[in-house]
């Protein structure tokens, strides 16, 4: 949700609308928000993804994640190690990881993820990663290593190169910067969804 406060949007109000347009995963990150807040905001939108059956992810923060009764959380590279945040999640959570090269991701492919994140695939402004853009490459080599994971292609994903993206072998995208794009976010999600649809 950082970049809701950079578009405008109260973070509640956002998620709102994405749930309004179908989205299924929603992940909450909002790293420059004290552990209060930061739980209250996700038990706040755990329950109000509840009815439209939308899964919560938070990001980084585990402990947030189990308190708040997420549906699971994602880890990056300098974060908890996959195996202690599975401890915590439990068996039946989600549980995501975030790669930037192939040797990451084949470490991830050892470790009990859910999915695994592959990126920056296109360089993006909505957050800074410290990684470079990898590109399709990445993706498709991926896909080689870990056929049966499934891949989330993050970083400057748009409406119009989210097709190339599954393509290369990504199973789903994740999208923050084009969803705010036009001004209804609702609206964006949809057309998403359309799209993904149309390639599965």
Known sequence: MDAAAAA??????????????GATVVQLRAKQLASGPLLDLAEALVSRGRPYGVQIIVNDRVDVAVLSRAAGAHVGQDDLPPADARAQLGPGAILGVSTH???????????PATYIAVGPVFGTRTKDTGYAAVGLELVRAARALGP??????????????????LDAGARSVAVIGDLLRTGDPAARVREFLQTLRARS
């Not at 090269?101 to 470790?111: K, N, P, S, Y």
Request: hydrophobic share 55%.
């Open 8 to 21: 405008g949007w109260q973070p509640l109000a956002l998620a709102g609308a994405f749930f309004d347009g």
């Open 101 to 111: 090269d192939t040797a990451q991701f084949a470490r991830a492919l050892q470790e």
């Open 148 to 165: 049966a994971i499934p891949i989330v292609a993050i970083g400057g994903i748009t409406l119009e190169r989210a097709p190339s993206v």
